[in-house]
């Protein structure tokens, strides 16, 4: 073996030895560690609570868990709980605490965390099951919390009134309590609260916002515009979303409308989803009459909140201004507790939901709504021309002038109130003050079809028939082609007829019977619904002697003046008997008319002359008809036919003065404040104690040297010189 090798080997062996050879008298102890081993579960679980005081919440559960794997316990299990809860992972949190009950926080902590998970209900529950004891200021603190994330603001009222008893001085519960009095709309309550804690560095931040909105349920709108503003130029970005709200309330509640919009437009950027902030952009945009663009910010809001009366009653005020009554009403119906009949700002919800009524005929509950308007808004002439509109229909003569007059009072150049007086006194026949009310219409607007129209039959029947033809040509050589235009030229153009015949120009009276005939069709290709002109045509023929044809013409219209008209018919052909009983009908209809009882006078003094002596009822007749009437001073035969003008009644267009209540934000909840009363574990002190089994002792005894061998150093070095 080379020399080189052997030394190596050598070497190995030596090394071998010492490193196997024990130490003279040296014990070895195979006794486990029990200091380390008794120590270790409270070290780990303390030592995670100084993690968790450091908010280093990850650490300290992976060692209550690691601690927990060696030795479970009920108190590693609670605090871990805890520790979840601070992980926002409270689901976990619950589901550990559910197994431990017997500890002294551990249902307050679990309907706390219940809370935060979202089941209010539930949390709810245990912590109005919860004892009170240690923490339980915290306690009701939490309860209060709750009920005002469930919108139980009388509930919440007390339970922070019971927290801020046991500790006064707690910024945090004062804030809680003026939270619950804002929801229970006692502003100047919360108000006073919040400004007595604004000094509280712990709250500063969270009181600005707040403090708005008291001034805003107050109506102090600059007051709350100038502390949104003040919050909002300070930097601070935490509340940022409810301060514009709050702001664009403001500037709603100062009638700033457009400036409403543009707030409304970025607190509706800040949260899509945010049901307040689109319905009050959809309040300020029905307020600048953008009814198109609110109704879309409505809808988007209803699909979020379908029952949310503030969202029904925007779009029954858009819904009547398109003119979708019925679909109006449904809205209104769905929002009855925001008419608040002491409210003056509300006068316009009102007006809508009153003129919506009349338009669907609910006659008596638009009075209702209209008188409602007038009481809070004594200078609003819609109101007044709604209820006269409610009276015309209801064929109350006297009650629908009155309210007319007021109405043209407030609103004196408004044509189309004129207008409709004018047809009023054109019903009655008080032609002169029609013929004057058509005339101030027409200076206010020259335009006006329905004065114009007006005009031209209290023209007539002042006898200034050229002049009232030239009215009507006038409005029909200008594009207005109306059946009611056509029937009233055709009885301009009967009685120029009638005037001509009485002027013995027959030639010229055929021509304008004959245009009338011609107007009387126009008016029925145009709208058939209007009949009158069958009255009309059946006097022309009538008077042509086509009697057969106006005997027709009669039936296609057989009310009360046709009625009379056939009386007065077969009343000039001698069929006295007929004339008769056909101007009783009349009569029986309507009883009060002066030209029923004249033409029955007439036919009594021409057939019935012995009955007539007998009947001073019919005697008095006689005197009743005007002589300077034109029906009566064109009569061909002393009878007076009855011609059924055609007119319509203006529609009322007052511009929306839109104004809806105010919702103010409801503030978010301060946190909740679980019980970290993490659980501390005792190290063990004195391990002697415990129990030690026998140690096991090994002696250790020197080992032989081994014996010298010739391969053993035997080789000596040889020497180099």
């Given amino acids: ?67 927990a794997a060696g030795r479970p316990s009920d108190t590693l299990l609670y605090n871990q709980a805890i520790i979840l809860g601070r992980l926002k992972r409270f689901e976990e949190a619950s589901s550990l605490l559910q197994q431990i009950p017997s500890f002294a926080h551990a249902q307050a902590n679990q309907g706390v965390f219940f809370c935060l998970s979202g089941d209010v209900k539930v949390g709810l529950a245990l912590l109005e099951n919860t004892a009170g004891g240690k923490g339980a200021d915290k306690i009701a603190f939490n309860r209060a919390v709750a009920h005002l994330q469930a919108g139980q603001f009388d509930e919440a009222h ?101 400036k409403a919009v543009a707030e409304f437009r970025r607190a509706v950027q800040f949260r899509p989803q945010w049901v307040q902030a689109r319905t009050g952009l959809g309040n300020a945009l029905c307020s600048i009459r953008d009814y198109r663009s609110a109704r879309i910010e409505f809808e988007a809001a209803l699909a979020l909140e379908p029952e949310n009366p503030h969202i029904h009653l925007g779009l029954g ?58 009481r809070l808004n004594k200078d609003h002439p819609a109101a007044y021309a709604g209820a006269s509109e409610v009276y015309r229909k209801k064929d109350s003569y006297r009650y629908t002038l009155a309210y007319l007059e ?56 002042k006898d200034r028939i050229e002049q009232a033809e030239s009215v009507l040509d006038s409005v029909i050589n200008r594009g207005h082609h109306k059946a009611f235009l056509y029937n009233n030229l055709g009885i301009v153009r009967s009685y120029m007829a009638l005037k001509y015949e009485k002027q013995k120009d027959l030639h010229n009276a055929k021509q304008y019977y004959y245009r009338a005939v011609r107007d009387y069709e126009r008016s029925r290709d145009l709208d058939s619904t209007h009949k009158t002109f069958f009255n009309n045509l059946g006097n022309v023929y009538k008077n042509t002697e086509e009697y057969d044809k106006a005997v ?34 009349a009569l029986t209809i309507d009883s009060a008319s002066l030209v029923y009882q004249f033409n029955r006078y007439k036919v009594y003094k021409e057939y019935f002359k012995d009955s007539l002596a007998h009947r001073p009822d ?104």
């Fill in 158 to 258: 007390r339970a922070a009134s019971e927290a801020v008893r046991m500790r006064p001085g707690e910024p945090m519960y004062r804030l809680t309590k003026g939270d619950a009095l804002l929801g229970l709309e006692k502003y100047r309550e919360a108000l006073n609260l919040y400004e007595s804690i604004e000094k509280e560095p712990e709250v500063e931040k969270m009181l600005p916002v707040r403090i708005g909105n008291a001034l805003l349920g107050l109506k102090k709108y600059e007051e709350a515009a100038t502390k949104f503003t003040t919050y909002l130029l300070s930097g601070d970005r935490s509340f940022q979303a409810p301060a514009r709200f709050g702001l664009a309330n403001a500037y709603y509640g100062q009638k700033e409308f457009t």
């Fill in 1 to 67: 073996m080379p020399l080189m090798l052997r030394l190596l080997c050598s070497v190995f062996l030596l090394l071998c030895f010492i490193a196997f050879q024990p130490v003279a008298g040296r014990t070895v102890d195979l006794t486990p560690d029990l200091k380390t081993d008794n120590d270790s579960v409270p070290r780990l679980n303390n030592t995670a609570l100084k993690l968790a005081r450091n908010k280093n919440y990850s650490g300290a559960l992976q060692l209550l868990q690691r601690a």
């Fill in 406 to 461: 007021k109405a043209i009072r407030l609103s004196p150049q408004n044509d189309k109130m004129l207008t409709n007086k004018g047809n009023m006194y054109l019903k009655s026949g008080n032609m002169d003050e029609a013929y004057d009310n058509f005339s101030w219409a027409l200076h206010h607007n020259s335009q006006n079809i329905n004065a114009l129209n007006g005009l031209s039959i209290s023209l007539l029947e």
């Fill in 552 to 585: 027709k013409s009669y039936l296609g219209h057989l009310d009360k003046s046709a009625i009379n008209n056939l009386g007065v018919l077969y009343a000039r052909n001698g069929k006295g008997e007929f004339g008769k009983h056909y101007l009783n009908i």
């Fill in 618 to 721: 019919i005697i008095r007749a006689q005197d009743l008809m005007p002589t300077n009437s034109i029906s009566s001073k064109y009569s061909k035969d002393g009878y007076i036919n009855i011609y059924l003008y055609d007119y319509d009644f203006d529609r009322y267009e007052f511009p929306g003065d839109h104004y809806f209540p105010i919702q103010t934000d409801t503030p978010t909840p301060p946190d909740y404040r679980p019980l970290d009363d993490l659980l501390t574990m005792e190290v063990v002190s004195n391990p002697s104690k415990a129990v030690v089994p026998e140690t096991i002792r090994v002696t250790s005894k020197r080992m032989p040297k081994p014996r010298r061998t010739r391969l053993a150093g035997s080789t000596k070095c040889p020497k180099i010189i």
């Fill in 317 to 374: 005020v858009i819904s009547y201004r398109q003119g979708l009554y019925e679909q109006a009403m449904e809205h209104f119906t769905k929002a009855p507790d925001l008419f608040d009949d002491k409210d003056k700002n509300l006068a316009d919800c009102f007006l809508s939901r009153g003129l919506t009524q009349l338009e669907l005929n609910q006659l008596d509950t638009a009075l209702v709504n209209l008188s409602t308007v007038m």
